[in-house]
């Protein structure tokens, strides 16, 4: 695939969603930054706001299989990943769980023990699971694209650090305008509902995520990644002083990771086919503010992770880009 391909399947892709999403451009964009970018992506909001339709509409664009996994508290291991039965000759099979799919929505992940969220971590990170001391593939794509309420907290499990580490970014999902609102008044409420068609395949997929791999990305942008994630821990003397004073651990190499590829996936939705230092900058809120574990002193405070994240961009400037050829 190249980059013109690239841009054709984005905008396909984009068009669908947009016939039966409306508004959320940040968000689209950063759902489709982290399917480009092969990664999983955490949405949060309050509900009501699409975010289950929006998963559901990229399935069928793609046509990816898709499960969807309603998180409770009741929810086992064993019904996400699967488990051996004994069939009627006494021998054992394996019956496979909903996350032997391409597109896994888990619905209210936090409201799913701290047992049952762990489950989800060797098919996040490794894309397989083991059953039984035998271990299984899942297929390729696989995303597992997570949903939460951050405002019902009562009864709920707040994912660990671990966990949250293997998302590729958190994407915050805010109420619509009144444009849009009246948009989907219109859409909803009449006697048929828009639906989306299949514009690519996951082969299409799979050849995108490719060519992001190949983008090249400048030393002097990929220092600026290193420099920004060193900065989000409070023992390094560069760090500014709303990390100093209200964060406890800063981000994981991860993070670095995921601005990287998101930053080369940025590019090549703008038509670019080099990553910046503006791309980094642009998906540093995404991919940080789940990696920051606060102290206890935030919350008194009123500082949240975005508001860090703010003042980590705000300390280091952007670099200026190496002259070709100065001695």
Do not use: W
Not at 245 to 261: D, E, H, I, K, T
């Amino acid at each position: 695939m190249n980059p013109d391909q690239f841009a054709t399947l984005a905008a396909n892709i984009e068009a669908q969603l947009r016939r039966v999403i409306v508004g959320q451009h940040d968000v689209i964009r950063d759902v489709l930054g982290c399917l480009f970018a092969e990664g999983h992506v955490l949405l949060e909001g309050v509900p009501g706001l699409g975010k289950t339709m929006l998963l559901r509409t990229l399935a069928t664009s793609l046509s990816l299989d898709f499960n969807r996994v309603q998180c409770t508290p009741d929810l086992m291991p064993a019904d996400i990943v699967g488990t051996t039965v004994l069939s009627d000759d006494l021998s054992t099979r394996f019956e496979a769980g909903p996350v032997f799919t391409q597109l896994l929505l888990a619905d209210e992940v936090n409201r799913a023990t701290p047992k049952t969220q762990a489950a989800l971590l060797e098919a996040m990170a490794e894309q397989r699971v083991t059953v039984g001391g035998t271990t299984h593939d899942l297929p390729r794509p696989f995303f597992v694209m997570a949903t939460q309420n951050p405002i019902e907290m009562e009864g709920t499990y707040p994912l660990p650090e671990a966990q949250l580490d293997r998302f590729l970014a958190k994407v915050l999902v805010g109420s619509p305008e009144a444009d849009d609102l009246v948009e989907i008044l219109d859409r909803t409420t009449g006697a048929s509902l828009p639906e989306a068609e299949p514009v690519a395949s996951a082969g299409e997929l799979i050849e995108a995520i490719a060519l992001v791999r190949e983008v090249p990305i400048a030393s002097h942008v990929t220092r600026h990644v290193a420099d920004l994630v060193r900065a989000t821990h409070p023992d390094n003397p560069d760090a500014p002083d709303v990390v100093r004073s209200f964060v406890r651990n800063g981000s994981s190499p991860r993070g670095a990771q995921s601005l990287v590829l998101l930053a080369k996936v940025r590019s090549l939705l703008d038509g670019r086919l080099n990553a910046s230092i503006e791309d980094v900058r642009g998906a540093a809120h995404s991919c940080l503010r789940h990696r920051l574990v606060l102290g206890y002193e935030a919350l008194p405070a009123g500082v949240t992770a975005d508001q860090v994240v703010d003042g980590v961009l705000e300390q280091l400037a952007e670099p200026v880009p190496p002259v070709v050829g100065a001695v």
